[in-house]
Protein backbone atom coordinates (compact mmCIF):
# COMPACT_ATOMS: atom_id res chain seq x y z
CA UNK A 1 0.00 0.00 0.00
CA UNK A 2 2.95 2.07 0.94
CA UNK A 3 4.36 1.94 -2.48
CA UNK A 4 1.35 2.46 -4.30
CA UNK A 5 1.01 5.74 -2.46
CA UNK A 6 4.34 6.87 -3.29
CA UNK A 7 3.78 6.12 -7.18
CA UNK A 8 -0.01 8.16 -6.62
CA UNK A 9 1.93 11.30 -5.28
CA UNK A 10 4.22 11.48 -8.22
CA UNK A 11 1.11 11.45 -10.52
CA UNK A 12 -0.84 13.75 -8.11
CA UNK A 13 2.55 16.34 -8.93
CA UNK A 14 1.51 16.01 -12.41
CA UNK A 15 -1.92 16.60 -11.90
CA UNK A 16 -0.94 19.81 -9.25
CA UNK A 17 1.19 21.25 -12.32
CA UNK A 18 -1.23 21.02 -14.72
CA UNK A 19 -3.57 22.15 -12.36
CA UNK A 20 -1.64 25.32 -11.47
CA UNK A 21 -0.23 25.73 -15.05
CA UNK A 22 3.14 24.93 -14.17
CA UNK A 23 5.05 23.75 -17.05
CA UNK A 24 8.27 24.23 -16.01
CA UNK A 25 6.93 21.38 -13.00
CA UNK A 26 7.96 23.14 -10.31
CA UNK A 27 5.24 23.40 -8.37
CA UNK A 28 4.61 21.56 -4.77
CA UNK A 29 2.12 20.52 -2.58
CA UNK A 30 1.86 22.84 0.72
CA UNK A 31 1.46 21.57 4.00
CA UNK A 32 -0.96 19.38 4.46
CA UNK A 33 -2.57 19.48 0.73
CA UNK A 34 -1.19 16.14 0.27
CA UNK A 35 -1.60 14.37 3.31
CA UNK A 36 -5.61 15.16 3.08
CA UNK A 37 -5.46 13.94 -0.24
CA UNK A 38 -3.36 10.70 0.90
CA UNK A 39 -6.38 10.23 3.89
CA UNK A 40 -8.60 10.10 1.38
CA UNK A 41 -7.72 7.53 -0.23
CA UNK A 42 -6.62 5.08 2.42
CA UNK A 43 -10.26 3.26 3.17
CA UNK A 44 -9.11 3.00 6.73
CA UNK A 45 -9.42 6.74 7.69
CA UNK A 46 -11.17 8.13 4.41
CA UNK A 47 -12.69 11.26 6.36
CA UNK A 48 -10.80 14.89 6.13
CA UNK A 49 -12.62 18.19 7.44
CA UNK A 50 -10.09 21.16 5.97
CA UNK A 51 -10.31 24.40 7.69
CA UNK A 52 -7.69 26.59 5.88
CA UNK A 53 -7.86 29.96 4.62
CA UNK A 54 -9.28 30.89 1.50
CA UNK A 55 -6.55 30.66 -1.54
CA UNK A 56 -4.68 27.91 0.05
CA UNK A 57 -5.81 25.47 -2.05
CA UNK A 58 -8.79 23.52 -0.43
CA UNK A 59 -10.48 22.09 -4.13
CA UNK A 60 -6.53 21.29 -5.19
CA UNK A 61 -7.50 18.44 -2.35
CA UNK A 62 -10.36 17.17 -4.10
CA UNK A 63 -9.53 17.44 -7.81
CA UNK A 64 -6.37 15.72 -7.03
CA UNK A 65 -8.23 12.94 -5.18
CA UNK A 66 -10.57 12.92 -7.87
CA UNK A 67 -7.97 12.14 -10.60
CA UNK A 68 -6.77 9.41 -8.44
CA UNK A 69 -10.09 7.93 -7.62
CA UNK A 70 -10.47 7.48 -11.03
CA UNK A 71 -7.33 6.62 -11.95
CA UNK A 72 -8.28 3.41 -9.82
CA UNK A 73 -11.47 3.22 -11.91
CA UNK A 74 -13.69 4.91 -9.19
CA UNK A 75 -16.91 6.18 -9.61
CA UNK A 76 -17.62 10.26 -9.82
CA UNK A 77 -17.46 12.41 -7.04
CA UNK A 78 -20.24 14.65 -6.06
CA UNK A 79 -19.40 18.27 -4.59
CA UNK A 80 -22.63 19.88 -2.31
CA UNK A 81 -21.75 23.95 -2.66
CA UNK A 82 -23.88 26.62 -1.64
CA UNK A 83 -23.64 29.04 -4.43
CA UNK A 84 -24.23 29.06 -8.63
CA UNK A 85 -21.09 31.36 -8.76
CA UNK A 86 -19.05 29.08 -7.12
CA UNK A 87 -20.03 26.21 -9.04
CA UNK A 88 -18.76 27.85 -12.15
CA UNK A 89 -15.48 28.92 -11.21
CA UNK A 90 -14.67 25.42 -9.87
CA UNK A 91 -16.05 23.68 -12.71
CA UNK A 92 -13.94 26.41 -15.26
CA UNK A 93 -11.00 25.03 -12.44
CA UNK A 94 -11.22 21.35 -13.04
CA UNK A 95 -11.87 21.06 -16.41
CA UNK A 96 -8.52 22.90 -16.73
CA UNK A 97 -6.92 20.37 -15.14
CA UNK A 98 -9.15 17.77 -17.39
CA UNK A 99 -11.60 17.08 -15.05
CA UNK A 100 -14.89 16.84 -16.63
CA UNK A 101 -17.40 18.22 -14.40
CA UNK A 102 -20.74 18.80 -14.74
CA UNK A 103 -23.60 20.35 -12.67
CA UNK A 104 -27.61 19.64 -11.98
CA UNK A 105 -29.50 23.11 -10.52
CA UNK A 106 -31.95 25.20 -11.38
CA UNK A 107 -30.60 26.79 -14.12
CA UNK A 108 -29.56 24.05 -16.83
CA UNK A 109 -33.05 21.92 -16.59
CA UNK A 110 -32.81 21.36 -20.20
CA UNK A 111 -29.45 19.59 -19.59
CA UNK A 112 -30.54 17.57 -16.78
CA UNK A 113 -30.77 14.20 -19.21
CA UNK A 114 -27.79 15.00 -21.05
CA UNK A 115 -26.38 14.62 -17.21
CA UNK A 116 -28.03 12.14 -16.43
CA UNK A 117 -26.95 9.73 -19.40
CA UNK A 118 -23.37 10.51 -19.04
CA UNK A 119 -23.25 9.66 -15.71
CA UNK A 120 -24.65 6.72 -16.21
CA UNK A 121 -22.50 5.41 -18.68
CA UNK A 122 -19.38 7.29 -16.71
CA UNK A 123 -18.25 9.87 -18.63
CA UNK A 124 -18.76 12.35 -15.93
CA UNK A 125 -15.95 12.77 -13.15
CA UNK A 126 -17.34 15.29 -10.98
CA UNK A 127 -20.43 16.70 -10.13
CA UNK A 128 -21.40 19.72 -8.55
CA UNK A 129 -25.47 20.33 -6.81
CA UNK A 130 -26.46 22.30 -4.51
CA UNK A 131 -28.14 21.24 -1.23
CA UNK A 132 -31.64 22.70 -2.25
CA UNK A 133 -31.03 19.41 -4.85
CA UNK A 134 -31.35 17.03 -2.37
CA UNK A 135 -35.15 18.01 -1.29
CA UNK A 136 -35.45 17.10 -4.80
CA UNK A 137 -37.34 14.09 -4.81
CA UNK A 138 -36.65 13.88 -9.05
CA UNK A 139 -32.96 14.29 -8.41
CA UNK A 140 -32.96 11.93 -5.52
CA UNK A 141 -34.59 9.01 -7.37
CA UNK A 142 -33.08 9.62 -10.88
CA UNK A 143 -29.41 10.49 -10.05
CA UNK A 144 -28.20 9.89 -6.50
CA UNK A 145 -29.93 6.60 -5.78
CA UNK A 146 -28.19 5.56 -9.02
CA UNK A 147 -24.54 6.40 -8.76
CA UNK A 148 -24.95 6.35 -4.09
CA UNK A 149 -22.84 2.70 -4.56
CA UNK A 150 -20.53 4.09 -7.01
CA UNK A 151 -19.27 7.73 -5.40
CA UNK A 152 -15.66 7.60 -4.86
CA UNK A 153 -15.69 10.90 -2.70
CA UNK A 154 -18.55 13.12 -1.24
CA UNK A 155 -17.14 16.67 -1.29
CA UNK A 156 -19.22 19.12 1.15
CA UNK A 157 -18.05 22.90 0.20
CA UNK A 158 -18.56 25.59 2.96
CA UNK A 159 -18.67 22.55 5.31
CA UNK A 160 -19.73 25.07 8.32
CA UNK A 161 -23.41 25.82 7.15
CA UNK A 162 -23.96 22.66 8.82
CA UNK A 163 -23.56 24.07 11.85
CA UNK A 164 -26.17 26.41 13.26
CA UNK A 165 -23.56 27.69 15.88
CA UNK A 166 -22.04 29.01 12.40
CA UNK A 167 -22.53 32.60 10.95
CA UNK A 168 -23.85 31.15 7.52
CA UNK A 169 -26.21 28.27 9.13
CA UNK A 170 -28.09 27.08 6.32
CA UNK A 171 -31.00 24.26 6.95
CA UNK A 172 -30.38 23.06 3.50
CA UNK A 173 -27.51 22.00 4.57
CA UNK A 174 -28.90 19.57 7.27
CA UNK A 175 -30.00 17.03 4.43
CA UNK A 176 -26.38 15.75 3.82
CA UNK A 177 -26.42 14.60 7.11
CA UNK A 178 -29.10 12.47 6.17
CA UNK A 179 -28.24 11.91 2.97
CA UNK A 180 -24.69 10.08 4.01
CA UNK A 181 -26.40 8.17 6.51
CA UNK A 182 -27.94 6.68 3.60
CA UNK A 183 -25.05 5.99 2.04
CA UNK A 184 -22.43 3.08 2.26
CA UNK A 185 -20.07 4.16 5.32
CA UNK A 186 -16.83 3.62 4.04
CA UNK A 187 -17.32 6.39 1.63
CA UNK A 188 -14.52 9.17 1.22
CA UNK A 189 -15.93 12.58 2.99
CA UNK A 190 -13.77 16.07 2.19
CA UNK A 191 -15.39 19.34 4.12
CA UNK A 192 -14.18 22.21 3.43
CA UNK A 193 -14.39 25.64 4.97
CA UNK A 194 -12.15 28.73 5.66
CA UNK A 195 -14.61 30.09 8.68
CA UNK A 196 -14.89 27.64 11.23
CA UNK A 197 -14.23 28.08 15.02
CA UNK A 198 -13.58 25.50 17.22
CA UNK A 199 -17.37 25.19 18.34
CA UNK A 200 -18.33 24.52 14.71
CA UNK A 201 -15.39 22.90 14.49
CA UNK A 202 -16.83 20.46 16.97
CA UNK A 203 -20.14 20.17 15.54
CA UNK A 204 -19.33 19.42 11.90
CA UNK A 205 -17.28 16.80 12.84
CA UNK A 206 -20.17 15.22 15.14
CA UNK A 207 -22.08 15.69 12.52
CA UNK A 208 -19.96 14.21 9.47
CA UNK A 209 -18.76 11.16 11.87
Known amino acids: MRGDFVNEKKQALIYLQ ?3 NNPLHTARFRTDQWESIETLLNPANNKVLLVQRTG ?3 SIVYFVATKLFRDRG ?5 IISPLLSLMRNQMDAAN ?3 IVSQTINSTNSLEWDDVEQKLKNNKIDLLFVSPERLANEKFMSNVLSK ?7 FVIDEAHCISDWG ?3 RPDYRRIVRVLNAMPDNIPICATTAT ?3 RVVKDVKFQLG
Open 167 to 169: HDF
Open 96 to 98: RMG
Open 147 to 153: ISGNISL
Open 18 to 20: KAL
Open 196 to 198: AND
Open 56 to 58: WGK
Open 74 to 78: RGPTL
